[in-house]
């Protein structure tokens, strides 16, 4: 029943900047943490950015570390991911997805700690 849709993927040049949006229904994530994930073509599903439920917490894959923020707004029940001085290489369709267990102590990098995906919006950056 759960359903998550991204928003805001596009064309940027590179060294642009895109800020993508996910919203939830038919879950109130409040106590979830929440992550982004990316796959290019011929790539596997790859792990960028992970917040915790309350938002104290941030996790991100050494690629996009210090050019991408995940921040949160519970009462919105949405996540979203701001990118900064983008690259060729972000080039990929970005998924939102929730962890399966609330209150994580740990931050889930692994796509099976996941259970409930978006279907994923384009992102291409040109050089």
């Known amino acids: 029943q759960v359903q998550l849709v991204e928003s805001g993927g596009g064309l940027v040049q590179a060294g642009g900047s895109l800020s993508l949006s996910c919203a939830a229904s038919?879950?109130?994530?409040?106590?979830?943490?929440m992550g982004w994930f990316r796959q290019a073509p011929g790539k596997e599903r790859e792990f960028v950015a992970n917040?915790?439920?309350?938002?104290?917490?941030?996790d991100y894959a050494d690629s996009v570390k210090g050019r991408f923020t995940v921040s949160r707004d519970n009462p919105k029940n949405s996540i979203y991911l701001q990118m900064n001085n983008l690259k060729p290489e972000d080039t990929a369709v970005y998924y939102c997805a929730a962890e399966s267990l609330q209150h994580k102590l740990i931050p889930g990098r692994r796509a099976d700690e996941y259970d409930a995906w978006g279907r994923g919006t384009q992102v291409t950056v040109s050089s």
């Open positions: 917040i915790n439920w309350r938002g104290s917490s941030r």
């Open positions: 038919g879950r109130i994530l409040s106590s979830y943490g």
